[in-house]
């Protein structure tokens, strides 16, 4: 957490190996994220920026994006990003179209379909770059506490701005110029 222009979303940007880290190293599992491929790293993160990212294609086709998600795990990631309810609302459901970049459906709902996306990769390290702010307070709160039970095994890092979206994290950093 910290205020605008900070630092945090170039902090969160070092994991997947965006930019490089200048002085020090960054560890997963005890490896240098230097000496994975990027491609194995990736494979390890799943990655929410602060704006929702959709392609064209079908709500399904973008919740399995990372591949190999089947649509068990599609379905419980939906429901994890508090996704289902508008999903199911739809007419297609799940084959509901999708325009490129969501430009069919609200800030909020491409955010839940963003953080499934997210989900049903279910990777090792969850990155959250501010991904809650554009979610209505409720459903920030169902949602985390949802997340909180898939993501037990997973690092999770999450960029934020509200207070309440980090105060249950297990170490919270204040960052400041």
Known sequence: I??????????????????????????VDGVDIRKMSQKKLRSLIGYVPQKGVLFSGTIASNIQFAGNVSDVQMREAAQIAQAE????????QFESPIAQGGTNVSGGQKQR?????AIAKNPKVFLFDDSFSALD????????????????DAAVIIVAQRISTILHADQILVLDD
């Not at 379909?113 to 996306?117: E, V």
Request: proline share 2%; aromatic share 8%; net charge positive.
């Open 2 to 27: 910290g205020s605008t222009g900070c630092g945090k979303s170039t902090l969160l940007n070092l994991i997947p190996r965006f930019y490089d880290v200048t002085s020090g190293k960054i560890m």
């Open 137 to 152: 307070y409720k459903t920030d709160v169902t949602l985390r506490k949802a997340l909180q039970e898939k993501t037990a």
């Open 113 to 117: 379909l963003s953080i499934a996306r």
């Open 85 to 92: 309810d508008f999903i199911n609302e739809k007419e297609e």
